[in-house]
């Protein structure tokens, strides 16, 4: 019974290169979101994804950041040109369909982007 | 402006005795509450909820306790182990908001002493 997966655990960019990160919800949830947490800080929503639709982007930078959750593979959130600002760790979660479990998200082990 | 407030960021504790955790929240409209522990270099784990319509929930060694006239929530730990050292942080969320979208508050790191 796996758990929320993500991948890479640890991810080095240089400036100006892309990020791509990788999730792969619990078996059985439909629901994907995307959270940052910098150094000393609270983790802070950024996505919120069902298959094949963004429900609610309203955290995400507006620039350089997106995110997909296609109807077959992982939900992807993808930086372009990544600066030392977007250095933090980036976790995933997952939460059923329906119901009041719905309101408990499961996360992944997280990525640690740095950037050079 | 943050919305959820944990204003102690370190706790110590001595092993079997109880760990009070605090939060605090500015907006009416969060409806349900969530308490997660977070060891270093892992993904926070899901711990224990509260609807807003109830004012305690409890499972073994957790209790959440809620004041919502006073927008405050507490965690209980009891007895506290050593395997409970952690960083622990209180969500909540807004229903109608239209998104499940988690606010959370910047954690309290908790030291239960052998």
């Known amino acids: 019974n796996a758990g929320v997966m993500q991948n890479p655990r640890h991810l080095v960019r240089r400036r100006g290169q892309e990020a791509r990160l990788r999730c792969s919800p619990m078996?059985?949830?439909?629901?994907v979101y995307w959270y940052r947490q910098l150094p000393e800080e609270g983790l802070k929503f950024m996505v919120y994804?069902?298959?094949?639709?963004?429900?609610?982007e309203s955290g995400m930078p507006k620039e350089r950041f997106s995110a997909e959750f296609p109807k077959e593979g992982p939900s992807i959130l993808r930086i372009q040109q990544v600066v030392r600002g977007d250095s933090a760790a980036y976790f995933c979660?997952?939460?059923?369909?329906?119901?009041?479990?719905?309101?408990?998200?499961?996360f992944g082990p997280g990525t640690r982007l740095t950037v050079t | 402006d943050q919305q959820v407030k944990q204003n102690s960021p370190s706790l110590s504790v001595q092993e079997g005795r109880i760990s009070i955790l605090n939060c605090d929240y500015t907006?009416?409209?969060?409806?349900?509450f969530l308490w997660y522990k977070k060891y270093p270099a892992e993904g926070p784990t899901f711990l224990i909820s509260?609807?807003?319509?109830?004012d305690k929930n409890e499972d073994g060694r957790f209790t959440v306790f809620l004041n919502k006239s006073a927008k405050h929530l507490s965690l209980h730990i009891v007895p506290s182990q050593p395997g409970d050292s952690a960083v622990y942080f209180c969500?909540?969320?807004?229903?109608?908001?239209?998104?499940?979208?988690?606010?959370f508050g910047k954690g309290t790191k908790l030291s239960v002493i052998p």
């Open positions: 979660a997952s939460s059923p369909l329906l119901g009041q479990s719905s309101y408990e998200q499961y």
């Open positions: 078996k059985g949830h439909s629901h």
């Open positions: 994804l069902q298959k094949e639709n963004i429900i609610d």
């Open positions: 907006n009416s409209m969060f409806d349900y």
């Open positions: 509260i609807s807003s319509i109830k």
């Open positions: 969500a909540a969320r807004d229903s109608g908001a239209g998104s499940y979208q988690l606010t």
